[in-house]
């Protein structure tokens, strides 16, 4: 939602905090406390500028800095050991928890890829070809940015954000804020790498890392968060059911403690393809099998029948 302008009109500096200031009061006289703590950010942010700082106006374009793969790397984890558990409960992510599909700023470029083949990738926009998924990345990054998922579109959360975002373009001001989680509409999955171990998943040969104990706690403070607000436990037994297999899931690797490692209860079960080529061959020569043993069997029975009648002539005659 917010964006940097560092270019240099002295009026806009203290008019502008005051402005802010005002929208605060507004949003506290509407008890609106997410919308606060937004605003809140950006005046500690703003109030270290000093008189040359502007604020970005709305048809300027603010640039998003998120990686694509670490927020595909958490968009996998999440998708591999979390939403297998979620669905098992039946159980509906808010649009306001930070997992849900719709806070992924690349989700729709994503649903968008088509692997063709080994070394071919679609665009589902403009149907071109390319022979890597970096290629196509840079691809939507050059041609189909205005795409990214930056518009809040959920119900509750975008009349919030419509609230805000008219008075301030009424104000003629977006707070200059370079925090990512802003940048982005608290959309950037990458920033969330920390709670869910994507760096254990994309450096899966090299797992032996010193461990560094104030990280490990900030990473499970947020954790812990996403535990909290994703899976409430006053929502019921569900609710609560999920939080606590989400702290045992994720949260309780963030540790020094040796012998904790991330995933503990598992992830989505698949269909090995080692599984699948073995039980097509063996369906494939079953019958090939039993043909050959009928064949053999009733080849047995025709060897026997033969023999008996040539030795029946040979008989000798029993004594009287």
């Known amino acids: 939602m917010w964006g940097v302008n560092s270019a240099t009109h002295k009026n806009n500096g ?37 008189d040359s700082a502007t604020l970005l106006f709305p048809e300027e374009q603010p640039e998003v800095h998120c990686s694509r793969e670490r927020s595909r790397a958490a968009w996998k984890i999440i998708e591999e050991y979390l939403m297998p558990f ?24 994503e649903e968008h890829k088509i692997h063709v083949d080994i070394n071919e990738w679609r665009c589902g926009y403009c149907k071109k070809i390319f022979r890597a998924e970096k290629y196509l990345d840079q691809h939507f990054d050059n041609r189909h940015n205005n795409l990214l998922n930056v518009e809040n579109r959920s119900g509750e959360n975008d009349q919030r954000e419509k609230e805000i975002a008219s008075v301030a373009i009424e104000l003629s001001l977006w707070i200059a804020v370079t925090n990512i989680s802003y940048v982005s509409h608290g959309k950037c999955l990458a920033d969330l790498c920390g709670a869910l171990h994507c760096d254990f998943v994309i450096n899966s040969q090299s797992h032996k890392t010193k461990c560094n104990p104030p990280a490990a706690a900030r990473n499970r403070h947020l954790c812990e968060d996403l535990a909290d607000s ?14 606590e297999f989400f702290l045992r899931q994720f949260c309780d690797a963030h540790s020094c403690s040796r012998g904790r490692k991330p995933f503990s209860r598992g992830g989505r079960k698949h269909t090995s393809v080692f599984y699948l080529a073995t ?11 039993y043909l050959i043993v009928y064949l053999y069997q009733r080849e047995m029975r025709t060897g026997k029948t033969q023999l008996k009648r040539i030795s029946k002539p040979g008989r000798k005659p029993k004594p009287s």
């Open 14 to 50: 203290p008019a502008g905090l005051d402005r802010v200031r005002n929208l605060l009061s507004l949003l506290r006289g509407r008890g609106d406390s997410d919308g606060e703590d937004e605003i809140m950010c950006g005046l500690q942010y703003f109030s270290s500028f000093d």
């Open 86 to 109: 979620v669905e098992k409960e039946k159980y509906q992510l808010s649009s306001r928890c930070r997992l849900h599909p719709s806070n992924d700023i690349f989700r729709d470029q």
């Open 279 to 289: 039980s097509v061959l063996i369906l494939m020569f079953l019958p090939i099998f």
């Open 230 to 243: 994703c899976f409430p436990v006053k929502e019921g037994s569900s609710a609560t059911r999920l939080h």
